[in-house]
């Protein structure tokens, strides 16, 4: 039986990265990957397209809530053991995904790859943190953000080329073959055993987590539709009210808390998770409306706006590696600096766009926001891993991983919910004359222009933290 790694005990470092690489790749693209397949998923079941969202809003919800718990879990009985099991279910659960015969299926066997898929983003992290020196640790680190910024981007390529090809099963067939190579790479490791621990189950805080993260998601992502004065959205709203102080109180007070907040005490850690929610946030905003201008404004096919976005990937996927190895010797403060500096310059640039912006500068402007992504988030990560005792690598990846998925989730609904309050104001504006008529250039652009100001105005908070951030020497162990 696979054990959890102890610090420069796995023979092979570099194959439990691969193993690691290999989840974390295919659990992130399970989202980017399958939103192509809706289409024809939704013609094959005859459902709808409130149905068929679902199929995403599933595998977003269980992941978002299963995070800090499968982290925690990693803690108690190793992080990679239950990585590797994750590893395993996804897979599992991909190729069942694949033998559907209707959405209720779908949605039950898509739930089930989400639970394994959280426990892979989960622990992934702390894997690779335990088996490598702690003067690699940002280098591998910034590979593991180039992963997951390939796997975002070239997701809906992939599933395209899959789809068209072979029909929608194949984009989680797809799974199945990187999935059983990442188990096959367990075998030629070898891990030195770690005592498990007596697993104690914070049962009152992962249910209160349940709620309060669940609550926040659903009504995030469906408010826009409901509208956020709907019944629904304010029952969401409410019990994420209520749920979430409750879930804080209860942590503070068990004896065995499945999130332990004193790891908030540690300024660089407050500090970093603070950033990292902040710099998905205010980005997230970008990737959600950026085709909307490129449309409806400059007039361009879907298939060139996509080409147009892939900058912003590229750059994050060059410069991902190149900041983590920095901050093996530069430490993690001044990278972190740089690279929230120029996320806030790349979203100010944003605020110039008009109908006569020319392709070159739209490219310059999102290669600028994704090497500030890039050079941010190497570092934060570093920071978050290095800041943290052994026993706590888990939780903390999966902390981290939980930020980064309410980072996304807020920027979507805070940049969508603004940016048509803002347009029905510049509509207002215009006189009656105006309303009814869509996103034309002279309330779009207006629009558009402010959601932008607001994300730099998150995204300038996030610079401020960076500034407050404690050192994190690249060459220091991580402690006790």
């Not at 694949?98 to 066997?109: A, D, E, I, K, P």
């Not at 943190?129 to 953000?145: E, H, Y």
């Not at 099963?169 to 070898?190: A, C, D, E, Q």
Request: hydrophobic share 50%; glycine share 12%.
């Amino acid at each position: 039986m696979t054990s959890f790694p102890k610090e420069s005990s796995a023979t092979r470092p570099w194959l439990v990265f691969a193993i690691a690489g290999a989840g974390i790749f295919l659990a992130t693209s399970g989202i980017s990957v399958v939103n192509v397949a809706l289409p024809f998923i939704t013609r094959d079941f005859h459902a709808d397209i409130s149905t068929a969202q679902w199929i995403l809003l599933v595998y977003l919800l269980t992941t978002s809530t299963l995070l800090i718990n499968f982290g925690r879990l990693g803690d108690l009985l190793g992080s990679y053991r239950v990585h590797n099991f994750g590893l395993f279910l996804f897979t599992l659960f991909s190729f069942l995904c694949s033998l559907s015969t209707s959405v209720g299926m779908l949605l039950g066997f898509r739930t089930l790859q989400a639970v394994g898929g959280a426990m892979v983003i989960a622990n992934g992290p702390a894997t690779v943190t335990s088996v490598f020196p702690a003067d690699q640790r940002g280098r591998v680190l910034g590979l593991q953000i180039t992963l997951l910024g390939i796997a975002l981007s070239a997701g809906p390529t992939i599933g395209g080329l899959l789809i068209g090809a072979f029909g929608w099963r194949s984009v989680f067939l797809y799974n199945v073959p990187f999935g059983l190579g990442g188990l096959l790479l367990t075998r030629f490791v070898k891990i030195a055993p770690q005592e498990r621990k007596k697993i104690q189950v914070d049962l009152p805080g992962s249910i209160l987590l349940f709620l309060s993260i669940g609550s926040f998601v659903l009504a995030t992502n469906r408010a826009r539709e409901w509208g956020w004065s709907a019944p629904s959205a304010l029952l969401l709203l409410a019990v994420f009210l209520i749920s979430a102080p409750a879930f804080l109180i209860t942590e503070m007070l068990s004896s065995r808390p499945m999130l332990d907040l004193r790891l908030f005490r540690n300024r660089v850690f407050a500090l970093a998770q603070g950033g990292n929610f902040i710099a998905h946030l205010s980005t997230f905003g970008v990737i959600f409306l950026m085709p909307f201008y490129l449309v409806h404004i400059l007039k361009v096919s879907a298939q060139v706006s996509g080409l147009l976005l892939l900058p912003l990937t590229i750059v994050m996927i060059v410069l991902g590696p190149v900041s983590g190895f920095l901050s093996d010797y530069l430490g993690t403060k001044w990278l972190s600096v740089l690279g929230m500096g120029l996320l806030c310059l790349g979203l100010y640039s944003l605020t110039s766009l008009n109908e006569s912006s020319s392709i070159l500068g739209i490219i310059l402007r999102l290669a600028l926001l994704g090497g500030g992504r890039a050079i941010y988030g190497s570092p934060n990560q570093s920071a978050t891993m290095g800041s943290v005792s052994r026993e706590r690598l888990g939780v903390a990846g999966g902390i981290f991983a939980t930020m980064r998925h309410l980072g996304n989730i807020s920027g979507l609904a805070l940049s969508g919910s603004y940016f048509g309050a803002r347009l029905a104001f510049h509509q207002q504006q215009q006189g009656p004359a105006a309303l009814g008529q869509g996103m034309t250039e002279s309330s779009f652009l207006p629009a558009f222009h402010d959601t932008f100001y607001l994300c730099l105005w998150i995204a300038s908070a996030g610079l401020l933290a960076a500034l407050f951030q404690k050192e994190i020497d690249g060459h220091a162990v991580i402690r006790r």
